[in-house]
């Protein structure tokens, strides 16, 4: 799913509130010992509570998962560099030209010259790209224990992937640059709408037409699960009438669910690792945090402040890209605004805002995470079972992070702020204590 997740990391990915609660945490054998309760009372200590939680995870287990989400950091460095270079590359020695010319002999029809460029376009730059591809999403997961794919079946999605690429990509790319090439000087204006609307179109059918070509989807049948998750979402105004259950577990032992679609076909999904690995009051919580983005309707806000973000960088793409060409744009042989061939520099221009606005797209993201996460608190009233998922998700995402580094790198809270969060609840709601989860080992202890 990496390729069409970078593919739409400009338009999708910003608006998707998807992927919530991951986790590969086997349910150990045997009882760790427990860490020191904390009793919910008048006199509950909400961050000795906090630190009895966090010290569920082994020393080790916590050392592996700081290493792989730090490393994390890393790559978005890197992954900003390789596309900044091999898009240099292509404009530098004009195979982006190259190809503009290619499309332009096999058609005279000018939507198609777009479309044929792009797929060249796609194609050589995923190819250039592989081996980051490959380390970052094959190697480096099963090195953490993080994927459950062999070779084959991986690369047969990352195929996928690169169909959808194509499709999708050219719908958007095929329009802008007819747009630009009628509107001229206000381009960028229209530009950043067409783009927002694209995206809402990928959010709408993705559920339908896209997630099934990755996973199997089917409704929840388990009475003991859905009986509850259906009560909690009437009591919460929201018309459910299915929950969807997907096969993640042949990616990986992750546990989590979504929101996903827009309109008719906005839908909460959960993962199979989910209903194999927690407990009823965890599955609670965390459907209480996804009810929570659909009531406090976090897709179209995101919309909105993802609109914002996206129309700033279409300006900052009309200004860098006029500039860019007054001075290189004869040597790359890229004859204006309209030309095809200046994508690669619409691509350097685009990353380079977002990999600058990260901490500002994370913290829009985080904000409503957060949001839901209260939401879910009160609307499943399961402290201990929040705090328990949390942890789950610490295999992944470092736990206990600096607050600059929450800031700058985390698009979910931390495992600290999210359990602090669900203690601080539970400090006002003494009853809601569930020793059993408070007991319960979430780790083997590797
Ligand atoms: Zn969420």
């Not at 797209?361 to 996460?373: G, K, P, Q, V």
Request: aromatic share 12%; charged share 15%.
């Amino acid at each position: 799913m990496d390729r069409a997740r970078q593919f739409i990391a400009l338009t999708v990915v910003l608006f998707s509130l998807a992927a919530t609660a991951q986790t590969s945490a086997p349910v150990p054998a045997a009882a760790p010992p427990a860490a020191s309760r904390a009793v919910a009372g008048p006199a509950f200590d909400v961050n000795a509570a906090v630190e009895a939680y966090l010290a569920k995870m082994p020393p080790a287990q916590r050392a592996r998962s700081d290493a792989y989400f730090e490393g994390g950091y890393w790559l978005q460095l890197w992954g900003f560099l390789c596309t900044v270079l091999v898009m240099w590359l292509l404009l530098r020695f004009r195979w982006s030209a190259r190809m503009r010319d290619l499309a332009e002999r096999l058609t005279r029809f000018r939507p198609l010259q777009t479309a044929l460029y792009w797929l060249q376009f796609i194609v050589v730059v995923s190819v250039i790209t592989f081996p980051l591809s490959l380390y970052q999403g094959y190697f480096r997961e099963h090195k953490y224990g993080l994927l459950n794919q062999s070779f084959g079946p991986w690369m047969s999605e990352q195929m996928i992937g690169l169909l959808i690429s194509i499709v999708l990509g050219g719908i958007l790319v095929v329009p802008l640059f007819a747009l630009v090439r009628r509107l001229g000087r206000n381009w960028w204006v229209w530009g950043a709408g067409v783009t927002m609307v694209f995206s809402m179109f990928v959010i709408l059918i993705a559920p339908v037409y896209i997630f099934p070509l990755f996973n199997q989807y089917t409704t929840l049948t388990d009475a003991h699960i859905k009986d509850p998750i259906l009560s909690m979402a009437r009591a919460n105004g929201i018309p459910a009438r299915d929950v969807y259950e997907f096969d993640a577990s042949k990616q990986s032992n992750r546990v989590s669910a979504n929101v996903s679609g827009f309109g008719g076909t906005l839908r909460i999904s959960l993962n199979d690792n989910l209903l194999k690995r927690c407990t009823l009051p965890e599955i609670e919580t965390t459907m209480g945090h996804e009810m929570g983005h659909y009531v406090l309707n976090h897709a179209y806000k995101g919309v909105v402040m993802y609109g914002v973000v996206i129309v700033i960088a279409f300006a900052f793409l009309n200004w860098g890209i006029n500039r860019s060409l007054a001075r290189w744009g004869k040597q790359w042989d890229v004859r204006g605004i309209g030309d095809v061939a200046v994508l690669p520099l619409a691509v350097l221009l685009f990353s380079a805002y977002f990999f600058v606005l990260t901490p500002v797209t994370n913290t829009i993201s985080r904000n409503m995470e957060y949001e839901a996460d209260l939401y879910g608190l009160n609307a499943a009233q399961q402290p201990d079972g929040e705090a328990n998922v949390d942890m789950l998700l610490g295999e992944y995402r470092k736990l206990d992070p600096s607050p600059l580094e929450e800031f700058l790198f985390y698009d979910h809270p931390s495992g600290r702020t999210r359990i602090t969060a669900a203690m601080r609840w539970q400090a006002e709601h003494p009853e809601r204590t569930l020793e059993d989860e408070m007991a319960r080992p979430l780790f083997d202890g590797k």
